[in-house]
């Protein structure tokens, strides 16, 4: 079973990732865009060392046999925990897919609804590794 996350919990583990990039991905099992968008993360996971980098997705999903399912599934290489409503409204997550991404020292530099595709991800993310 996928376990649950609150947002204080959130925001602590990204806090311990503090020096490297992290990524958080709200996603759902009913969101087209977002089945589109994880096959790619995943592969950038397995690419950059994790030192450098940390992702964790957050599903958002109402129904939780549909959502359990879909991440049985789909074989994360990182993370996954049921955020609900309250985590995504924290957040300000209004569309799905919705990706925050911290630089380094724990700053926010992208917090936007949308599907983004792995390249330009890629290229995004290696800009940001490269800044010590």
């Known amino acids: 079973k996928t376990p649950s996350i609150q947002t204080s919990q959130l925001l602590d583990t990204i806090a311990e990732q503090k020096g490297k990039v992290v990524m958080v ?17 995943k592969k950038i996971r397995e690419d950059l060392s994790p030192d450098d980098f940390f992702i964790i997705g957050i599903a958002v999903d109402t129904d939780l046999q549909e959502m359990e399912d879909f991440i049985k599934n789909t074989g994360f290489n990182y993370p996954v925990f049921y955020g609900g409503e309250e985590v995504a ?5 209004s569309g799905i897919p919705h990706n925050i991404i911290y630089d380094r020292s724990g700053r926010i530099v992208v917090n936007e609804a949308g599907y983004v595709p792995e390249n330009a991800l890629r290229d995004f993310l290696g800009k940001l590794m490269e800044q010590k």
């Open 25 to 41: 991905n709200f996603f759902a099992a009913f969101c087209p865009p977002c089945k589109r968008e994880i096959p790619g993360l």
């Open 89 to 93: 409204f924290s957040f300000g997550v």
